[in-house]
């Protein structure tokens, strides 16, 4: 990927105000690639008695990651939107610890980008959740 | 035979949206994403209220695909939990006491969750509805449904599956 448009789509994701909101980092960026983190924060938890974070906000990182990883994709020349993602959850998340979020398009055509994800906590041999989801490819 | 006469309106309503509060407001992440319940007799509707904080994407503007996602998990989450408790709500065998001191009863657990993303979401409120297609002892499967302007034009569906807290009385 040319450093420009690493730069476009680093720059475009964190202008988000709702991955801001969730405190969200990207950690890696590639060709079809994108890596996000997002830290423990109390006010994302989802089951008060295991302090456990919400389903929800693993969804909001695994969607935003899947995009970043269109948008990164030399074949994508713009923006991108979720056609549907599916999200299996293996394990709940660890309290205290941060999710982190790998995603990849493992096929594009001129109109859908097929995008596999994966997130961990501390405990990367055992991930929290996995994900499939098709995306637009949009702007041409 | 006599019947037995029917509880006072305000009771039957303040037993109800103090189950109801209990259950939605002691988690944190429904507060933070600014989303509230409807009540009508056991009909619940989720109302996810417009901020700036929930956009994804600024030139649109559109509601983030997470959001989205996310309402429509917290409003099956709560519906499901509702049934669940519902009937011993209405049977008195609930302490709501307890409940809204926060002994709440343990959550369902998401097994896996596929949304489609029919329209973009409009910087506005939307509203969710869940319908349950099955409860089981053990499953659930529930289905989910979000609208803006109008509930015929959905912005997107969910489907999703769930495991069931074991009731303390059940040992298999």
Request: one cysteine or more; glycine letters at 8%; proline letters at 5%.
């Amino acid at each position: 990927m040319t450093a420009d448009k690493a730069k476009i789509a680093r720059q475009f994701i964190q202008t988000i105000p709702h991955s801001k909101a969730l405190g969200m980092e990207i950690t890696a960026l590639g060709d079809g690639m994108a890596e996000i983190t997002m830290p423990y924060d109390e006010r994302f938890i989802g089951d008060p008695k295991t302090r456990v974070i919400h389903g929800g906000a693993v969804s909001a990182l695994m969607d935003t990651c899947g995009g970043a990883a269109v948008m990164s994709h030399p074949d994508a020349p713009a923006g991108t939107a979720t056609i549907d993602l599916r999200i299996d959850y293996m394990r709940a998340a660890t309290p205290g610890q941060a999710i982190t979020a790998r995603a990849e398009v493992y096929h594009i055509t001129r109109s859908v980008a097929f995008v596999r994800a994966t997130a961990c906590d501390d405990d990367t041999d055992r991930p929290v959740a996995t994900a499939t989801g098709a995306f637009t490819v949009e702007g041409r | 035979m006599v019947r037995k006469a029917p509880e006072p309106v305000q009771i039957v309503k303040q037993r109800r949206d103090a189950a109801l509060n209990a259950l939605v407001g002691g988690v944190p992440y429904i507060n933070f994403m600014g989303i509230s319940f409807d009540r009508r007799g056991d009909e619940l509707t989720g109302v996810l209220s417009f901020e700036e904080k929930l956009i994804g994407n600024p030139i649109l503007p559109a509601i983030h695909g997470g959001v989205t996602a996310a309402f429509l998990e917290v409003t099956a989450v709560i519906a499901l939990s509702w049934a669940y408790i519902w009937e011993d709500l209405e049977s008195g065998a609930l302490d709501v006491e307890a409940l809204a001191a926060g002994n709440l009863p343990r959550l369902p657990k998401t097994i896996d969750f596929t949304v489609d993303y029919l329209r973009s979401g409009l910087p506005r409120d939307a509203y969710a509805r869940a319908t349950i297609t099955r409860a089981g002892r053990r499953y659930a499967s529930v289905q989910a449904e979000a609208w803006q302007d109008n509930k015929d034009r959905p912005f997107a569906q969910a489907t999703a599956h769930f495991l069931m807290p074991r009731s303390e009385q059940a040992h298999d």
